[in-house]
Nanobody
Framework: QRQLVESGGGLVQPGGSLTLSCAAS????????MNWYRQVAGKERELVAS???????NYADSVKGRFTISRNNAKNMVYLQMNSLKAEDTAVYYC?????????WGQGTQVTVSS
């Protein structure tokens, strides 16, 4: 059974940094596009960053230059390095794996940016 488990969320002050990790299991995730989404209560889930199986990355305009997505296929891990965090980055962050019409989600990890 394919499973994604996020970790690394927490409370951080504005301007601070945080790294989220996503551990994938139960499949060969090196062939999947991996994504990080976030969701604020009452709003739609939004795509924050993505990385293809070949390592090509893409970012939402709101996080460009501040967030970096990376993957370690040997370890079945995906990371989201978040720098210069702002209050508006507060959300539940979800790891997502996508291949053709298949998609898998983690349970989410809360990130709160507040002083």
């Amino acid at each position: 059974q394919r499973q994604l488990v996020e970790s690394g969320g927490g409370l951080v002050q504005p301007g601070g940094s945080l790294t989220l990790s996503c551990a994938a299991s139960g499949g060969i995730f090196s062939i999947y596009a991996m994504n990080w989404y976030r969701q604020v209560a009452g709003k739609e889930r939004e795509l924050v960053a993505s990385i293809t199986s070949g390592g090509r990355t893409n970012y939402a305009d709101s996080v460009k230059g501040r967030f970096t997505i990376s993957r370690n296929n040997a370890k079945n891990m995906v990371y989201l390095q978040m720098n210069s965090l702002k209050a508006e980055d507060t959300a539940v962050y979800y790891c997502n794996a996508k291949l053709d019409n298949r998609a898998y989600w983690g349970q989410g990890t809360q990130v709160t940016v507040s002083s």
